[in-house]
């Protein structure tokens, strides 16, 4: 028998996919008034396969997600999970260097 994804699983599949297939790490970044506060430690980033678990169960709770997935010279390398309740900031700018492979923002619009 074949399991139906929910919605939110269905949402953050390609998040998952291309994290572990890119062996990407997760970066959690939350709202903070009208700024987003980044994680500082790098021993605080989501392995690959714990990034569409965590994921999942922020929007389970009911907060709402952007995720990025940047890339370097065209290889995926890091899965940015932004965070918030009521209104989000404007998204920061990507980093030098780096392009946007893949996003997704629950809910969707």
Do not use: N
């Not at 572990?20 to 008034?33: E, N, S």
């Amino acid at each position: 028998m074949v399991r139906t994804l929910s919605p939110i699983e269905t949402f953050l599949a390609p998040l998952a996919r291309l994290a572990v297939k890119h062996d990407c790490d997760g970066q959690v970044i939350w709202a903070d008034g009208t700024d987003w506060q980044a994680q500082e430690d790098e021993t605080d980033m989501l392995d690959p396969d714990e990034i569409a678990f965590y994921a999942e169960g922020m929007l389970m709770e009911g907060f709402h997600l952007h995720w990025q997935v940047l890339s370097e010279q065209g290889t995926p390398v890091l899965a940015r999970l932004f965070f918030w309740q009521k209104t989000p900031p404007p998204m920061p700018p990507l980093q030098p260097g780096l392009t946007l492979a893949a996003e997704g923002r629950w809910p969707p619009q």
